[in-house]
């Protein structure tokens, strides 16, 4: 048992309201029961990206998990784990996908190209866009390619929010080295520490640039498949999508300062990119799209065709 995550559902909520404040305002538009379901998830998912980032060697323990994921006696806000799991049906192997990607946050990260990009944000995000799926009972399982279109775009609206983070806390760099035009992680690490060097800054924000491009294709996609979901779900994933996405949007804005503070939205910022969802909403009575499956050409070799 973890007792540091073994709080009841109504603390684990208190504690999504303080740390998660995007999640918890987006959580905000759905029926109660699924608001508590999406809580034990999210837990869930603190719990392995805590142990991720704990300083110390924590392959073996996130090996432990990977192989016995089935039998661990875990609880998450109050409720026991693998009960959560086999009620919603969520298959394993989204799972181990999952701590795949955080078992990748143990060695030395440093990615090369998009490719290995793309699927490092399936694995630490598409697949909670799988799981929330299986929370949230879409009308078709073709629901899941846009959920994991989803996740991806917010993991690389985090990537780029994080560079320093990332750099100086974590010594990782996920912006891949294929766009950064020569920039290293020294260069990269000496700008976080404050020398200044305005060329190869400029090319971290070029390569920052680049990342939310890429993540607008995923926000785009993810967005489209939200009309099979019910209503209130779509109203809340949508919120959540558009919250995050306007991060991107204001680090553009203020000049990409990555170097400077993490860029938050404030609450009146979120409410007004929360009204633009409204005409996403009138989109469910049209046909149901296409997914777009050069989204997911570098997942081939990942993603279980068994999810759709």
């Known amino acids: 048992m973890i007792d540091s995550h073994d709080l009841s559902l109504k603390e684990s909520i208190s ?24 809580v034990i998830l999210y837990s869930f998912c603190r719990l392995l990206d805590d142990l991720a980032d704990q300083k110390g060697d924590k392959l073996l323990e996130l090996q432990n998990y990977q192989s016995s994921i089935s039998s661990l006696p875990i609880k998450v806000a109050g409720y026991s784990l693998m009960s959560f799991l ?46 929330m799926s299986s929370i949230l009972k879409p009308s078709s399982t073709y629901a899941n390619k846009f959920a994991i279109d989803l996740g991806i775009a917010m993991q690389l609206t985090n990537i780029a929010r994080d560079v320093k983070e990332d750099a100086l806390d ?70 959540a999508a558009l919250v995050y ?14 170097h400077k503070d993490r860029v938050y939205l404030s609450s009146i910022e ?3 990119t929360s009204i633009k969802i409204i005409p996403h909403l009138f989109r469910r ?24």
């Open 15 to 38: 504690l999504i309201k303080l740390n998660g404040k995007s999640f918890y305002w987006a959580s905000l538009f759905l029926t109660k029961s699924t608001t508590e379901e999406a």
């Open 86 to 131: 086999k009620k919603h049906k969520v298959n394993q192997l989204v799972i181990k996908d999952l701590i795949d990607g955080f078992i990748f946050d143990q060695g030395l990260v440093r990615i090369v190209n998009k490719k290995q990009l793309i699927i490092y944000c399936y694995q630490v995000a598409g697949t909670v866009g799988l799981m």
């Open 170 to 239: 974590h010594n990782r760099q996920y912006l891949p080295s294929e766009i950064f035009d020569g920039v290293n992680f020294q260069k990269l690490h000496s700008i976080c520490i404050g020398k200044n060097n305005e060329k190869e800054n400029l090319k971290i924000k070029n390569a920052i640039i680049e990342i939310l491009k890429i993540s607008d294709e995923y926000y785009k996609s993810g967005m489209n498949g939200l009309r099979y979901l019910p209503i209130r779900s779509h109203l809340s994933l949508g919120i």
């Open 245 to 258: 996405r306007q991060i991107g949007v204001k680090i553009i804005k203020n000049n990409i300062l990555w």
């Open 270 to 272: 979120k409410f007004f």
């Open 285 to 308: 009575f049209l046909q149901n799209p296409i997914h777009n499956e050069g989204l997911h050409g570098d997942l081939k070799e990942v993603v279980n065709a068994n999810y759709f």
